[in-house]
Structures are given as C-alpha cells and as structure tokens.
C-alpha cells in the first residue's frame, strides 16, 4: 500500500515548467525543493547577497513546511549550494540564525552556478515530522 504523497506549491514560474513542487511530504518525511531566493514575481531578491538570499530562501523553505503540517524545528537536513565558499560566513550567519538550537545536519558545496547569475545560494532540506501535527 502506498502512501498518500502531499505537495504544496510555491508558485515561481519553473515549478510547472520543469513539473516539480516546492515541498513533498510522503507520511512523516518531508523533501523541500533547492530553494533560491526568488520573490514571489520569480524576479531575485538581493542579488549577489548571500546573507540576505540565505535568510529568503530559508523563510520559503520554513512556508513550505507549514504548508505541509510541520515547521523548521522538524528540519533534520540540510543541503546549501554556494557559488563561491568566500560567501561561507554570510550564508553560515543566517543558516545559524535559523537553525541555532535545531542544529540540523548540513553539507555545503561550491558549484559553478545556478539558474540564474543574481542568484549565489540555493537550499534543500529534509524534514521528519514527529508529532501530530
């Protein structure tokens, strides 16, 4: 038997292009999409600022999860794609503002680029939700 799988949108204008969600829960497991930190009119907000797009794309991951019956205190994981590592300690600032206290496991890697130039951050992240909600 399989699981009912939940998924909640988040509008930007490549989740019907490449046909992907911003979040899928499956029972107690929930995947959040890489997030950059794309407004709501699919335009970047902060170009080039690794602090202020970490804390965006964070806020659209923390909507997501709410959407789908959980919040960040459930994150267990996450993945940060950085452009450049010298945006380390800013995006490392922002993800410790988040996340201090929940502490969850995290991998960041440097990659070449992402979708668009203005965009120097992208996140996944994995929730397990462990209550009733």
Known sequence: MSQQRRRVYSGTPWEPKVAYCRASRAGNFIAVSGTVAAGDDGKPVAPGDAYAQTLFALRKIEKALEGLGSCLA?????RVFLVDFVDFDEFAR???????????A????????????????????????????
């Open 106 to 133: 995290a991998t960041a890697v440097q990659v070449s680029a992402l979708v668009a130039p203005q965009y120097v951050v992208e996140i996944e992240a994995d929730a397990v939700v462990t209550d009733d909600r």
């Open 74 to 78: 459930d994150v267990v994981r996450t």
């Open 94 to 104: 922002a993800h410790r503002e988040v996340f201090a206290g929940i502490d969850p």
